[in-house]
């Protein structure tokens, strides 16, 4: 292992100095950090991770399990980013700090097992697919009931507990959906976009796909779903498996090249938000970094690039009181607020309500709901108190992990919807609860 000088990070882009001499420690992202809000432990905010790297990067404190205790309970969600009235970029501190992390401080056999079974099976939609079949059988078997009714699922592992409080009511029907590979434009064609069909989201919400294409399609875009495609490596980059995490994106730009398109779509906040990462992830690659940048240059959130276009497709009514949920990586990290809110107040019937607590995350950050479950679990609380709060008819988000936390713990029967699903309905001139059909 090579250090940097004095330090207790390796040579391999450790946590830059200037980065850290960025933060003066003032505490503006202590209440926007949602750890700090569960334990109040200092450690456990931006502030006080960032004072652990630059010990770490002084050589003042080892790379130990307890500093990555502290570093792994972060989510990720980067609210301190936009809250940081210095500008500091936590997020490129946490992007390099958790590599290092990964490679130097050895996992229990525990966190091991969990993150080897989440890393084996969610990145691959055939995967995925035959987990969520045996989720479809548990529940229509009546197993799942059953072993609530015996205690079974309380004497699991926490981790095990939260991925069997998870599992969605999916149709079989959404399981085997497939888009075909050409979705032609109405009307005279403005654009030529690939679509991403993700790896949870193509086997769990492949509604939300199917009602992208065919929204794109109306307001002129011809929709492309490049074959091959696999996972964008999302998960691997915001856990800090760095080369899991770049091989798979070199796989999919070579993957979406082959289309030929003017513009890579993303309809999940998580996958569009790494892709935009890719310039920095292959930045050392000679044969990638070039194309890395132009690739995610061309990235665009299905709500940002729609909000780009001047609307074609006519609108019908859509009569609902709908609460949009931010997810973390498109606010935050992809800075995209404003375009999707317009979407859905544009969209006739529609009143937008804003939820309580609107900034704190709802505990779902990629694979965090499944390692971290106990602060996930009270998160997501949190957040379903304050929806409900907020009396909606629908909630909309633009994330799959949102979407599957915020379901798990919402005590009233609300529907939960991707906003592209809104827009489809009203487009379509079809009620919400048919739009999937």
């Known amino acids: 292992m090579v250090l ?26 202590l209440p926007t950090c949602p750890t700090y809000l ?5 450690m456990d905010s931006p502030r006080g991770r960032i004072y652990l790297m630059d010990l770490a990067e002084r050589g003042e404190i080892p790379l130990d399990r307890t500093m990555a205790g502290h570093i792994d309970s972060c989510l990720g969600c980067l609210a301190c980013v936009t809250a940081c009235p210095s500008g500091v970029q936590y997020d490129l501190l946490l992007e ?25 099976v969610f990145p691959y939609p055939a995967r995925m697919r035959i987990a969520a079949l045996f989720g479809v059988l548990y529940r229509r078997l009546g197993l799942r009931a059953l072993a609530h009714r015996l205690g079974i699922v309380d004497r699991l592992p926490a981790e095990l507990r939260a991925a069997e409080d998870l599992l969605p009511p999916v149709p079989v029907r959404s399981l085997f959906r497939r888009l075909p590979p050409v979705v032609l434009a109405a009307g005279e064609r403005r654009l030529r976009v690939a679509l991403l069909e993700g790896c949870a989201q193509r086997v769990l919400f492949g509604d939300v796909n199917a009602a992208t294409a065919r929204v794109l399609a109306a307001e002129g875009c011809e929709v492309v779903v490049p074959k091959g495609q696999r996972c964008c490596g999302a998960l691997e980059l915001h856990a800090g498996v760095e080369d899991g995490a770049a091989g798979r994106a070199r796989h999919l730009i070579d993957t979406v090249e082959r289309a030929g398109a003017d513009v890579v779509v993303a309809n ?27 690739f995610a240059a061309s990235v665009r959130d299905v709500t940002e690039l729609l909000a780009e276009l001047e609307p074609r497709a006519p609108r019908h009514p859509v009569h609902a009181r709908v609460a949009y949920h931010d997810a973390c990586h498109l606010a935050n990290a992809q800075r995209i607020r404003r375009q999707p809110r317009e979407l859905l107040r544009a969209v006739p019937g529609v009143e937008l309500t804003d939820i309580p ?24 609380r949190r957040k379903a108190a304050n929806i409900e709060a907020a009396a909606p008819d629908v909630i909309a988000t633009a994330n799959a992990g949102c979407l599957l936390q915020v379901r798990r713990f919402l005590a009233a029967d609300i529907a939960l919807v991707h ?19």
């Not at 940097?4 to 503006?28: E, I």
């Not at 044969?287 to 132009?294: D, K, M, S, T, V």
């Open 268 to 294: 999940v906040a998580g996958c569009g938000s790494s892709m935009k990462e890719y310039d920095r992830l292959l930045a050392d690659d000679p044969a990638y970094a070039e194309r890395a940048a132009r």
């Open 419 to 437: 906003p592209i699903e809104i827009l489809d309905a009203s487009i379509r001139g079809v009620p919400l609860e048919k739009a999937r059909r």
């Open 96 to 120: 390099a700090t958790r590599p290092q992390l990964e490679r130097h401080v050895p996992r229990t056999r525990r966190d091991r097992l969990v993150r080897g079974a989440i890393f084996a």
């Open 4 to 29: 940097t000088p004095g330090g207790s990070f390796d040579a391999h882009h450790p946590p830059r100095r200037d980065l850290l001499d960025d933060c003066v420690h003032c505490g503006f992202c």
């Open 357 to 380: 607590e609107a900034d704190i995350c709802c505990g779902s950050a990629g694979i965090y709901n499944l390692v971290q479950p106990g602060t996930a679990e009270e998160l997501g």
């Open 38 to 42: 569960v334990d109040g432990e200092e």
